[in-house]
């Protein structure tokens, strides 16, 4: 069994990134797949949140869940490299699982961009507004013509 990595991911919060997370898990749980979830917006903690809520709420399915913090070092290479290992020892945790879905942070981490690298399938949420849209590209107000990627594509 080869092991899926889905990457929820979104430089802007409010998106529903968590929401879409969290839908997405259970409905692969309900089809029968093993799941697990991984929390790497976890100071905010949404995802954990909803998990949390339903585990509180009756006899529904839970995915296998984690969550990491980034991490706290001054140094940016050992920050680096610990938020690596964190990321690397919680997925070797979970490699009896057919997928992994992955939430992360409305802002540029580490943590994000180590998952974002090890996506096997990057999902990138939007509202329908042009603040949302602007995010992934740039558009002529005018024309309403794609003039080039924005900052998180």
């Known amino acids: 069994m080869r092991r899926k990595i889905i990457v929820f991911g979104n430089e802007k919060g409010g998106s529903g990134k968590s929401t879409a997370a969290v839908q997405v898990a259970i409905g692969l749980l309900?089809?029968?797949?093993?799941?697990?979830?991984?929390?790497?917006?976890?100071?905010?903690?949404?995802?954990s949140r909803y998990l949390s809520n339903r585990e509180a709420h009756g006899d529904?399915?839970?995915?296998?869940?984690a969550?990491?913090?980034?991490?706290?070092l001054n140094s940016l290479t050992d920050a680096a490299e610990a938020d690596r290992w964190a990321l690397e020892s919680t997925l070797n945790d979970f490699t009896d699982v057919e997928f992994v879905i992955a939430d992360t942070p409305g802002n540029h981490t580490g943590l994000?961009?180590?998952?974002?690298a090890r996506a096997d399938t990057l999902v990138t949420p939007i509202n329908d507004s042009f603040v949302d849209f602007d995010m992934l590209a740039r558009v002529d107000p005018k024309t309403r013509r794609v003039l080039g990627p924005s900052v998180f594509a």
């Open 30 to 47: 309900r089809r029968g797949h093993s799941v697990a979830t991984l929390d790497l917006d976890a100071r905010q903690g949404t995802l």
């Open 60 to 65: 529904l399915p839970i995915p296998r869940h």
């Open 67 to 72: 969550a990491i913090l980034p991490s706290p």
């Open 112 to 116: 994000s961009r180590l998952a974002h």
